[in-house]
């Protein structure tokens, strides 16, 4: 391995050498540090995404089981029926066309 040229400081006076093994030390623990930021940063993403998506699966299976508890009087009132209730979980809606009678989902 060769030596790097000293090089000359803001004052003009030489400072130490570096060796090219120090400079390629260097730059892999840098490299080495920077892929750790990266990975800590995904990890802390894919966590908070993983998190999310239990609670809204716990929260939705909440609603349902509190909803199927109530009885059909219950469930008239607030305007929903049995067949409701998933679309309910997951926080839509489901518009009775009473015209015709059919059902049409809507967010």
Do not use: C
């Not at 030596?3 to 730059?27: F, H, K, M, Q, W």
């Not at 623990?29 to 609670?55: H, K, M, P, Y």
């Not at 009132?77 to 009473?98: C, H, K, L, W, Y």
């Amino acid at each position: 391995m060769q030596n790097i040229p000293a090089i000359r400081g803001a004052s003009g006076v030489d400072s130490y050498e570096i060796s090219e093994t120090e400079v390629l030390r260097g730059a892999q623990l840098a490299r080495a540090e920077a892929i750790g930021n990266w990975l800590e940063g995904v990890s802390r993403a894919v966590d908070r995404w993983f998190t999310a998506r239990f609670r809204h699966a716990h929260q939705r299976q909440r609603v349902i089981k509190e909803l199927n508890a109530l009885d059909e009087r219950m469930l008239n009132d607030i305007g929903i029926t049995r067949g409701d209730i998933p679309f309910v979980a997951n926080g839509q809606s489901r518009v009775r066309n009473r015209r015709n009678g059919k059902d049409a989902a809507a967010a």
